[in-house]
């Protein structure tokens, strides 16, 4: 407990005085970024979730579940019926205002008050098309809003901007949509390295990366949607607590030849109790990656290695982003895992 009150009271003091402004503000409510607000509407999920063109077996669908987060698209057959294999990393939300030629108008604004860290205004450069990341800062931490698709954009990095700001109109930019299926990609995020450039320079992914940190592979989305209806019956949202509450997928062991790893700077409430002179980290993870405790643990390991996961009647690449391969009694990590990890730790050349 030493060792943890010590890292604790280090990470606090760099926060407020490493930058790190804690706002004045006691409380966040988040608020949808459009005027679409059917998610308030549970009889009607299809007004609010903009649905994906499917084929499976011969038979094509438009399921709205395509639009939330999750493990929600690219159906496989498996012993235990069809299963959901690729990974959403944000919501859909459908567009409900059109012109005459059914070009979508909906303007976006921010679902948090917060700074304008990156524009991307080319939309070939990327799968997201024309999106922006805004960067918030709470009491317990920092964390990112991402802004995808978008058809036109309405404002600049080092904005400071309110949740009654326009940042763009809503699009149909990026990979793989249409007008039809036009929609604002919605993501809350956590930052994973203050280094990425490093890591993407190491792995030598053959083109540049044009987005800095706020590369989507950086970028650790976390599902938005319960926070919106929550926020809207006037719960506020408590970024450590709900971090904290999802569900763990698997456990990662890794050397602490590194020192802590980056994000507890920016994401102190990560931080688990255990060794006061760690051999090791042990880090938590949601199936979608995102990281929910990093422990110090007294046990020692050369490289990293999965120490649990959960059981599934099929192949962990199904429910881990294929970073993790095997079943729940025999998990290891992929090639992408491995990556995926050296991120996170900062473990790279």
């Known amino acids: 407990m030493k060792f943890l009150f010590g890292v604790r009271k280090w990470l606090l003091m760099t926060l407020l005085l490493g930058g790190v402004s804690v706002p004045t503000y006691a409380q966040v409510f988040l608020r949808f970024p459009t005027d679409n607000q059917a998610l308030l509407n549970p009889q009607k999920p299809q007004d609010f979730y903009m649905y994906v063109d499917r084929k499976f077996e011969g038979l094509v669908s438009k399921p709205w579940e395509g639009g939330t987060y999750g493990f929600t698209r690219t159906i496989v057959r498996t012993q235990a019926g069809l299963v959901a294999t690729k990974f959403h990393e944000g919501i859909d939300i459908k567009s409900i205002k059109r012109d005459a030629n059914n070009e979508p108008l909906d303007e976006v604004r921010p679902v948090l008050a917060g700074k304008v860290v990156h524009v991307s205004a080319i939309s070939s450069h990327s799968n997201y098309g024309r999106y922006v990341v805004i960067e918030h800062r709470v009491a317990d931490g920092v964390f990112y809003s991402l802004y995808a698709h978008l058809g036109a954009v309405t404002c600049q990095v080092g904005?400071?901007?309110?949740?009654?700001?326009?940042?763009?109109?809503?699009?149909?930019?990026?990979?793989?949509?249409?007008?039809?299926?036009?929609?604002?990609?919605?993501?809350?995020?956590?930052?994973?390295?203050?280094?990425?450039?490093?890591?993407?320079?190491?792995?030598?992914?053959?083109?540049?990366?044009?987005?800095?940190?706020?590369?989507?592979?950086?970028?650790?989305?976390?599902?938005?949607?319960?926070?919106?209806?929550?926020?809207?019956?006037?719960?506020?949202?408590?970024?450590?607590a709900y971090i904290k509450s999802l569900p763990v997928h698997y456990i990662v062991r890794v050397p602490a030849k590194n020192g802590m790893p980056d994000i507890l700077k920016r994401l102190p409430f990560l931080a688990g109790s255990g060794s006061k002179s760690p051999k090791s980290w042990e880090i938590s993870l949601t199936g979608g990656g995102v990281p929910t405790k990093i422990t110090p643990s007294a046990e020692p390991c050369d490289a990293p290695v999965v120490i649990s996961a959960k059981s599934y009647p099929f192949t962990q690449l199904y429910r881990t982003v294929k970073r993790v391969s095997g079943s729940g009694k025999a998990p290891k990590l992929t090639d992408s895992g491995k990556r995926y990890i050296k991120l996170i730790c900062q473990d790279f050349e």
């Open 159 to 240: 904005e400071q901007v309110g949740t009654g700001n326009k940042i763009g109109v809503l699009g149909y930019t990026g990979a793989g949509i249409n007008k039809e299926r036009a929609h604002l990609h919605l993501e809350l995020c956590l930052m994973l390295q203050d280094e990425f450039e490093v890591w993407y320079k190491s792995l030598k992914f053959g083109t540049p990366n044009r987005h800095g940190n706020y590369n989507g592979l950086n970028l650790a989305g976390f599902d938005v949607a319960p926070i919106l209806k929550e926020c809207a019956e006037g719960k506020p949202f408590h970024l450590g």
